[in-house]
């Protein structure tokens, strides 16, 4: 019968090996797409920073706000000494940036984080810009949960498959072993039966032969050959009795 093992070291180096690699592959692929996305009409945290820092600083530098050149990444309102709105961007429906407006003028405060969330209050010439970008792309939690779903199924399904052919390995040599047994105990019981017979035939022949010697030597011989035979018979119908339960 063939021999059936199961070598788990070997299933598991297979699985941390397709694991990485299929891991790496995923990581590369993900960072060229999200690379992609941000080059593309999605700025990345850093750049919608710089270009709305940047714009404050150009009017710092040239004394005015260029309105016409106000980053799409941002949010602004700019109002004149009086307080009358000069330039305003398309806000979002909170209206977080009206109520810095507010918040700014009675404290007079120039910068406020909320999370993700920039405000900022510029005076040049004066004029005060208010401005509000926020260091989040579109749509960032959703790729962000798709690639977690994405690596949470590049382990799970190639630990599925490891738990599963562990699982049958494991039945293979449990099957293996059970007939392996049973064919043994078969072995041993046709051993047994077969010499039961003639040992039968031999103790029945030395009781014969003891009736008729009457020389005391043949008849400890004979004796031997008796004791022997029940002994040997004996042995026999222990294992048989063994091999059946």
């Not at 710092?60 to 980053?71: A, I």
């Not at 949010?75 to 209206?95: A, H, P, Q, R, Y």
């Not at 099957?175 to 103790?203: F, N």
């Not at 008729?212 to 008849?219: A, L």
Request: net charge negative.
């Amino acid at each position: 019968m063939e021999k059936r093992t199961i070598d788990i070291s070997r299933i598991i180096l297979i699985y941390i090996f397709a694991v990485l690699t299929i891991i790496t592959i995923t990581s590369v692929v993900t960072a060229k797409l999200v690379g992609e996305y941000l080059d593309g009409n999605h700025a990345s945290p850093d750049a919608i920073e710089k270009q709305a820092e940047g714009w404050l600083a150009e009017a710092e530098k040239s004394n005015r706000f260029d309105t016409k050149n106000f980053p799409e990444v941002a949010e602004c309102i700019i109002e004149n000494e009086n307080g009358d709105i000069v330039f305003k961007t398309k806000l979002d429906s909170k209206n977080d940036l009206e109520d810095f407006v507010k918040i700014s003028k009675s404290q007079k405060l120039e910068r406020n984080l909320q999370g993700q969330d920039v405000y900022l209050a510029k005076e040049v010439s004066g004029e005060t810009a208010y401005i509000h970008y926020s260091l989040h792309v579109d749509n960032e939690w959703i790729m962000l949960a798709l690639i977690v779903i994405i690596f949470a199924i590049e382990i799970i399904i190639p630990t599925a498959i490891v738990i599963f052919k562990i699982k049958k390995g494991v039945e293979e040599v449990a099957d293996y072993t059970w007939r392996t047994q049973q064919k043994t105990k078969s072995e041993m019981a046709q051993i047994a039966h077969d010499l039961k017979t003639p040992l039968t035939v031999i103790r029945g022949n030395a009781d014969l032969l003891m009736e008729k010697v009457e020389d005391e030597d043949s008849k400890e011989s004979i004796q031997a050959i008796i004791n022997n035979s029940e002994r040997i018979v004996k042995s026999v119908l222990e294992i048989l009795e063994r091999e059946e339960q």
